[in-house]
């Protein structure tokens, strides 16, 4: 206490401190959150056969999986929505937000992958109709992407909303960073990974590696509007293009598949 009343500079910046640290333990906790799931996904194995998998031409590189699901799930979709609901927030309540949306994600992605993947293996859908299935779907989410892109090189507009929490599940986590064709794009790839430990352990990775960028792209989310916010828009409908392509030629592969 002194004469121009008590010092709470320190505390405060403890508290920064603190709730920055504890960010950061959040994100590698979905990380590992992550792997550990996929640890789970490699117990049941796909109702294939070891040579109905080898004869499959179809593959998903990692490099693929993260371009179609950056598109899907990734962040030039959550921007413009998260700055339109936070714009007057202050920095520590957006964190909260952000960080409670991806934990929401990161349990709704492997809900879903675990239960979605149980269906498919108990119908037993072959490889080439479920190579198919994931074409229609980076085809049709490419298209739409193109004809109406995610980032507008323009500010939101303005929302006045009072900091509220509870708008990480809903409409942030869902469906905003959760997509519908997210989950099933999800569902397809950890299915088409079967038994294969290490194609699971990929298809996980990416998918925390793709909401980490979330994250950090709502905390930096003016920043990245403000100066890279055009650039945005263009990375989006070249993204867009080449999944297009990518899922017409599984889709040409699957159908030639089917034939013979």
Request: proline letters at 6%.
């Amino acid at each position: 206490m002194n004469a121009f009343g008590p010092i709470r500079a320190p505390q405060s910046i403890r508290e920064r401190k603190r709730k920055r640290l504890s960010a950061y333990q959040s994100i590698f906790r979905i990380l590992f959150l992550s792997i550990f799931l996929a640890a789970c996904l490699h117990r049941q194995s796909f109702a294939q056969s070891t040579a109905g998998t080898d004869i499959l031409t179809v593959q998903f590189g990692a490099r693929k999986i993260f371009f179609m699901l950056f598109l899907m799930i990734g962040p030039i979709k959550v921007l413009v929505p998260f700055l339109a609901i936070t714009r007057n927030w202050p920095p520590a309540y957006r964190r909260r937000l952000a960080t409670r949306a991806i934990f929401f994600s990161v349990a709704a992605l492997a809900i879903a992958g675990l239960l979605g993947r149980s269906m498919l293996e108990n119908f037993e859908i072959s490889l080439p109709v479920l190579a198919m299935t994931a074409g229609i779907i980076l085809f049709l989410v490419a298209l739409r992407s193109i004809l109406q892109p995610a980032v507008a090189p323009d500010q939101p507009p303005e929302i006045e909303q009072a900091p509220n929490l509870a708008l990480a599940i809903n409409p942030l986590a869902f469906p905003t960073i959760v997509t519908p064709y997210g989950i099933a794009a999800v569902i397809v790839f950890s299915t088409f990974a079967g038994s294969r430990q290490g194609e699971g352990l990929t298809v996980a990775v990416i998918v925390a590696l793709i909401l980490a960028l979330d994250w950090v792209a709502m905390i930096f989310a003016p920043t990245i509007l403000k100066w890279t916010g055009t650039a945005l828009q263009v990375l989006a409908v070249v993204l867009g293009v080449t999944q297009a392509a990518l899922g017409l030629q599984i889709i040409f592969r699957s159908i030639t598949m089917i034939a013979l």
